[in-house]
């Protein structure tokens, strides 16, 4: 038997919840179904330094696009140091490296 089943039985009983059995089988119930979700949820993972290409990974495609000129590109770094390759819109950042705004001082 598993024991937090047994201990929520036993604190439904002391309780005097009605149906202590029935309560302990759907919050054990209700818990697994928790932690199935949470196992299926996508981990977000913070990287430090650039990922490694593995082998067998598909080859980066080569750039198509005229590669714009430093003073019109993002003035962030990329995680490999290189500096960002998107054009600059927001104050000299791209869409995704623009400076976050504090919301309640605007
Ligand atoms: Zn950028």
């Not at 005097?16 to 054990?28: L, Q, V, W, Y």
């Not at 430090?48 to 019109?72: C, F, N, R, Y």
């Not at 960002?84 to 400076?99: D, E």
Request: proline share 8%; glycine share 6%; net charge positive.
């Amino acid at each position: 038997m598993d024991p937090l089943w047994t201990k929520l039985y036993e604190s439904a009983v002391a309780s005097g919840t009605p149906n202590p059995k029935i309560f302990a089988d759907t919050a054990c119930k209700y818990r697994n179904k928790v932690l199935e979700l949470r196992a299926k949820r996508h981990k977000t993972v913070l990287l430090t330094e650039a990922p490694k290409i593995s082998e067998g990974a598909p080859a980066p495609k080569k750039a198509t696009k005229k590669v714009l000129a430093p003073e019109h590109r993002c003035k962030a770094l990329t995680l490999e140091g290189r500096q960002c390759g998107f054009r600059a819109w927001h104050g000299g950042f791209c869409t995704k490296h623009k400076p976050v705004r504090d919301e309640q001082s605007t």
